[in-house]
């Protein structure tokens, strides 16, 4: 559960760095694109570790 946490702190603290780069530098950047190129995997990485819980996270949500 722990390694799950740290996982889901590194994806939350991507996602707010990949904002901040859009925000300031456009979304066509490459620095955008290399961050949301490192978002896509660690999203990857966590649904292939954790598939239950991704797979229930979009049916709750939707």
Same mark, same amino acid.
């Given at each position: 559960? &722990?390694? +799950? !946490?740290?996982?889901?702190?590194?994806?939350?603290?991507? =996602?707010?760095?990949?904002? *901040?780069?859009?925000?300031? %530098?456009?979304?066509?950047?490459?620095? &955008?694109? +290399? !961050?949301?190129?490192?978002?896509?995997?660690?999203?990857? =990485?966590?649904?292939?570790? *954790?598939?239950?819980?991704? %797979?229930?996270?979009?049916?709750?949500? &939707?």
């Amino acid at each position: 559960m &722990a390694d +799950q !946490y740290v996982l889901l702190r590194e994806i939350e603290k991507k =996602r707010q760095v990949l904002i *901040y780069v859009v925000a300031r %530098e456009g979304l066509n950047s490459p620095k &955008a694109v +290399q !961050y949301s190129q490192e978002l896509d995997e660690l999203l990857n =990485r966590y649904d292939r570790l *954790y598939p239950y819980h991704s %797979e229930r996270s979009t049916y709750l949500e &939707a």
